[in-house]
T-cell receptor, first 109, second 114 residues
């Protein structure tokens, strides 16, 4: 079943923060986050495994609450290069990733 | 990170013809490859999963006779769109996984059927 992402779209000014949420109705083993620019393939950001872990990469971090079957992606001090569509992909245990509908992020100067 | 290539990057064909798309893992052995399709402004939808040396597993609603998948080696999977029609025009993306859980995506192939 497809995970639900929110919000569907968000517009930020440079330097502002954003949170993108991903929730599933199924038990999850891992959550994968990707960013896709128009006309390009998705680019891997990070994986979170069950165990309630958090990860960070520069100003982008994420958390995974396996009990709530939710993950959140945090973008701090956003840059123009952060613009794109963010997808979460969920894995219920050695299964293909199922992607949410995406969150379109636009960062403006 | 691991690299996955796709060929061709884009293809334009006439209605009724067949098109083959290749997906290669360049620096690792892909035990499993996945084929996704993405229509404009939509999410990636899984079409099928293929394991080397065995038949592909298709998702519900995907015609196995129309979308032929062959995973002949640990580094190559092909998707053939047979008798293509304009509604098959889409962005086709493959991904590959080794024995870990991470999926590595190819750059995608844009198919336009006239």
């Amino acid at each position: 079943q497809q995970p639900v992402q929110s919000p569907q779209a968000v517009i930020l000014r440079e330097g502002e923060d954003a949170v993108i949420n991903c929730s599933s109705s199924k038990a999850l083993y891992s959550v994968h986050w990707y960013r896709q620019k128009h006309g390009e393939a998705p680019v891997f950001l990070m994986i979170l495994l069950k165990g309630g872990e958090q990860k960070g990469h520069e100003k982008i971090s994420a958390s995974f609450n396996e009990k709530k079957q939710q993950s959140s992606l945090y973008l701090t001090a956003s840059q123009l290069s952060y613009s794109g569509t963010y997808f979460c992909g969920t894995d219920s245990g050695n299964t293909p990733l199922v992607f949410g509908k995406g969150t379109r992020l636009s960062v403006i100067a | 990170g691991a690299v996955v290539s796709q060929h061709p990057s884009w293809v334009i064909c006439k209605s009724g013809t067949s098109v083959k798309i290749e997906c290669r893992s360049l620096d690792f052995q892909a035990t499993t490859m996945f084929w996704y399709r993405q229509f404009p402004k939509q999410s990636l939808m899984l079409m099928a999963t293929s394991n080397e040396g065995s038949k592909a597993t298709y998702e519900q609603g995907v015609e196995k006779d129309k979308f032929l998948i062959n995973h002949a080696s640990l580094t190559l999977s092909t998707l053939t769109v047979t008798s293509a029609h304009p509604e098959d025009s889409s962005f086709y993306i493959c991904s590959a996984r080794d024995r870990t859980i991470e999926q590595f995506f190819g750059p995608g192939t844009r198919l336009t059927v006239l």
